[in-house]
């Protein structure tokens, strides 16, 4: 069993797949499509090797052409064979405001 499914397991949120984008915060880098997202957190592919506990500054661009800046924690990185990306990422939420809390949960509850 791998890291990922492990985590997959221990999930407290269920995820769901939305056509949602993100960027580092503050920056004019291309949106890169999530895998995944819910109420936990998000999983993406990424080329960069970011370390388990790393904390960025993201930005998430979500389907409804707004957007919502939040701080995650990378909590599982998993090798890829670079056809798609580097790396497979777990990124949990540590910290979205209220109200952007609120929104995405309400865009998740009605993707269900």
Not at 31 to 50: A, E, M, Q, T
Not at 61 to 72: A, E, G, M, Q, Y
């Amino acid at each position: 069993m791998t890291e990922y499914d492990l985590n997959q397991n221990k999930r407290q949120y269920p995820r769901v797949n939305l056509p949602v984008y993100c960027r580092p915060a503050r920056l004019t880098s291309p949106r890169s499509p999530l895998i995944n997202i819910g109420l936990g957190g998000i999983r993406v592919y990424s080329d960069k090797p970011f370390r388990i506990g790393d904390r960025l500054v993201i930005e998430l661009f979500l389907p409804d052409s707004t957007s919502l800046t939040c701080i995650v924690k990378i909590v599982w990185l998993n090798p890829m064979d670079g056809s798609t990306a580097k790396y497979d990422v777990g990124l949990q939420f540590l910290e979205v405001e209220g109200s952007d809390l609120h929104r995405l949960a309400t865009m998740l509850k009605q993707s269900t």
